[in-house]
Each structure stands twice: as structure tokens, then as C-alpha cells.
């Protein structure tokens, strides 16, 4: 079992940066895969990034490549999505999630998710 807790988030003005963090109960952490998914109101849940516990490799959507960053600290148990340059259209509700059954951008194969954590991107 993981249990996942989302931190971070909050208003930001167009430009710039939040870092948020997913910390991350259960031992198995360092072989799990990760990742960060966003919803905004009135739209479906979409795929932001993750990286993979088994290749170290880590997949972007296009419209985030370039300005978010996802990294991880296994000593913590903590994941992080670092956000620069931040845009209106990034506003959302943020989540990680963790251990897909299938491709990693795929919502429906994640076993664990934590709560989500609001930001809000003023223009």
C-alpha cells in the first residue's frame, strides 16, 4: 500500500514558478514509477509527466516539455514537479500518482493517487 501526499501549490502570477511536492509512504518507493497528472474544472484528467523507477527516464506532455521538470529524492520518498514559466492554461488541480499497471501516461492504470494540490496561474 502507498499513500500519497500532495504540497505546493497556490496563486502565481503568469511567468512564474512553483514547485510541488508528493511524498510518498511504503518501502518499495525507489522501485516505483511516478507520476504527475493535472485537471482543470470542467475538463478530463490529463497526463503532465513521469519518470520511470525502472529505466531513470523521465516523459513530458508537449505543452509542459522545456518548463516543468519532474525529479525525485528516494532518501525522502518525495517526488517533485519543479514549474517555470508558468501559463493561465497550467491552472488545475495537480496529482501524483503511482505504480501504473500500463503506459505511463495512462490515468486508469494507477493504483495510488494522493489528494491534488491547487494551482492557480493569474494572467
Known amino acids: 500500500q502507498v499513500q500519497l501526499v500532495e504540497s505546493g501549490g497556490g496563486l502565481v502570477q503568469a511567468g512564474g514558478s512553483l514547485r510541488l511536492s508528493c511524498a510518498a509512504s511504503?518501502?518499495?518507493?525507489?522501485?516505483?514509477?511516478m507520476a504527475w497528472f493535472r485537471q482543470a474544472p470542467g475538463k478530463e484528467r490529463e497526463w503532465v509527466g513521469g519518470?520511470?523507477?525502472?529505466?531513470?527516464?523521465?516523459y513530458y506532455r508537449n505543452n509542459v516539455k522545456g518548463r516543468f521538470i519532474i525529479s525525485r529524492d528516494n532518501a525522502k520518498n518525495t517526488v517533485y514537479l519543479q514549474m517555470n514559466s508558468l501559463k493561465p492554461e497550467d491552472t488545475a488541480l495537480y496529482y501524483c500518482a503511482a505504480d501504473p499497471q500500463g503506459a505511463i501516461s495512462d490515468p486508469s492504470g494507477y493504483k495510488y493517487w494522493g489528494q491534488g494540490t491547487q494551482v492557480t496561474v493569474s494572467s
Open positions: 519518470r520511470s523507477w525502472s529505466t531513470g527516464d523521465t
Open positions: 511504503g518501502s518499495t518507493f525507489s522501485r516505483t514509477t
